[in-house]
């Protein structure tokens, strides 16, 4: 009989322990993963989008503009990279300059510049466009110099003339070439001038239109991405 007592006690002392065990393991798979969380947030990258309304979404809202489009090549990708868009309507390389400063209080791995076309529009001497553009890659470089900068190559109509429309062109290759960053050609490649792909005002583009600029934007993108790793 004391034999089966004693029995019955090591038989609850050992579920006690086994459940014990269990829960211990338990908690160490919820740490561990609650770690693995944790750290995948840590190394996730950032890339930001730094532009005007075409950038912002204007007519269609930020969910359907490219950046977003962006953000769902990485997500699909499985690639550690968070999206922010900086777009802000109307914005000149003069007023993207002027509020770069609280921008860049996050850590950035990589600055997609996509300004200037305002400037061109409203008729802003080339210089000025040329010195803010110079101006806030320095300021992005100067507080990490580890950053990488894509430029957004823009064009105008004709409207203020050929040697204008010339010279605006070729600003974002001649700052690529000094800076040594990458460039996206034409942002609206295949975009701009079609009226099916832009809203009615034939500026900006339709959820359609931020598909193909998406596209645009990921053929450099991919490389950059690429030789971050």
């Given at each position: 009989?004391?034999?089966?007592?004693?029995?019955?006690?090591?038989?609850?002392?050992y579920?006690?322990?086994?459940?014990s065990?269990?829960?211990?393991?338990?908690?160490?798979?919820?740490?561990?993963?609650?770690e693995?969380?944790?750290?995948?947030?840590?190394?996730?990258?950032?890339?930001l989008?730094?532009?005007?309304?075409l950038?912002a979404?204007?007519?269609v809202g930020?969910?359907e503009?490219?950046?977003?489009?962006?953000?769902?090549?990485?997500d699909?990708?499985?690639?550690?990279?968070?999206?922010?868009?900086?777009g802000?309507?109307g914005?000149?390389?003069?007023?993207g300059?002027?509020?770069?400063?609280?921008v860049?209080?996050?850590?950035?791995d990589?600055?997609?510049?996509?300004?200037?076309?305002?400037?061109?529009?409203?008729?802003?001497?080339?210089?000025?466009?040329?010195?803010?553009?110079?101006?806030?890659?320095?300021?992005?470089?100067e507080?990490?110099?580890?950053?990488?900068?894509?430029?957004?190559?823009?064009q105008?109509?004709?409207?203020?003339?050929?040697?204008?429309?010339?010279?605006?062109?070729?600003?974002?290759?001649?700052?690529?070439?000094?800076?040594?960053?990458?460039?996206?050609?034409?942002?609206?490649d295949?975009?701009?001038?079609?009226?099916?792909?832009?809203?009615?005002?034939?500026?900006?583009?339709?959820?359609?239109?931020?598909?193909?600029?998406?596209?645009?934007?990921?053929?450099?993108?991919?490389?950059?991405?690429?030789?971050?790793?």
């Amino acid at each position: 009989m004391n034999k089966l007592i004693y029995c019955f006690f090591v038989l609850i002392l050992y579920a006690c322990t086994s459940n014990s065990d269990s829960e211990k393991a338990d908690q160490k798979d919820q740490n561990l993963q609650k770690e693995n969380i944790s750290q995948a947030e840590n190394n996730s990258k950032t890339i930001l989008f730094f532009g005007n309304s075409l950038t912002a979404g204007y007519g269609v809202g930020v969910e359907e503009a490219f950046p977003a489009k962006i953000q769902g090549i990485l997500d699909s990708l499985n690639l550690p990279y968070k999206v922010v868009n900086a777009g802000l309507s109307g914005e000149t390389t003069s007023g993207g300059l002027s509020r770069l400063g609280w921008v860049l209080n996050q850590q950035v791995d990589v600055f997609v510049l996509e300004l200037g076309a305002n400037d061109g529009l409203r008729g802003i001497p080339l210089k000025e466009t040329r010195a803010n553009l110079q101006a806030i890659i320095d300021l992005v470089w100067e507080k990490n110099p580890d950053t990488k900068i894509v430029l957004a190559g823009m064009q105008i109509p004709p409207n203020m003339g050929q040697d204008y429309t010339k010279e605006f062109r070729s600003i974002w290759t001649d700052l690529a070439g000094k800076y040594k960053v990458e460039l996206i050609p034409f942002l609206l490649d295949g975009v701009g001038g079609i009226p099916s792909l832009n809203q009615s005002d034939g500026i900006h583009p339709t959820t359609e239109g931020h598909k193909i600029v998406a596209r645009n934007v990921w053929k450099v993108l991919d490389k950059v991405i690429q030789e971050k790793k």
